[in-house]
Nanobody
Framework: QVQLVESGGGLVQAGGSLRLSCAASGSIFRSGDMGWYHQAPGRQRELVATITRLGTPNYADSVKGRFTISRDNAKNTAYLQMNSLKPEDTAVYYC?????????WGQGTQVTVSS
């Protein structure tokens, strides 16, 4: 069983930055692909960014050039650096791990961007 715990959310003004962290239990973290998703009120959960176990990133068009996903396998942690934040980035952000064909989700962390 893999447990994921997100942190780093909060309230920030438009144009500001936040760094989200996703800490995973278990040493099999390095064998999994990681992803960040967000869900705004009344909307479906959407992909923000993913990173493969080998470190290849992929981004939603809406965050390209502003967000950076990374991982530190030694610390069993994935990160999402969010710069130039916009009010439309306001959502709950969830971390996801895909390990051995199983999906694992964290509990989410709220990000609120004020205009």
């Amino acid at each position: 069983q893999v447990q994921l715990v997100e942190s780093g959310g909060g309230l920030v003004q438009a144009g500001g930055s936040l760094r989200l962290s996703c800490a995973a239990s278990g040493s099999i973290f390095r064998s999994g692909d990681m992803g960040w998703y967000h869900q705004a009120p009344g909307r479906q959960r959407e992909l923000v960014a993913t990173i493969t176990r080998l470190g290849t990133p992929n981004y939603a068009d809406s965050v390209k050039g502003r967000f950076t996903i990374s991982r530190d396998n030694a610390k069993n942690t994935a990160y999402l650096q969010m710069n130039s934040l916009k009010p439309e980035d306001t959502a709950v952000y969830y971390c996801k791990a895909v390990i051995n064909f199983n999906d694992y989700w964290g509990q989410g962390t709220q990000v609120t961007v004020s205009s």
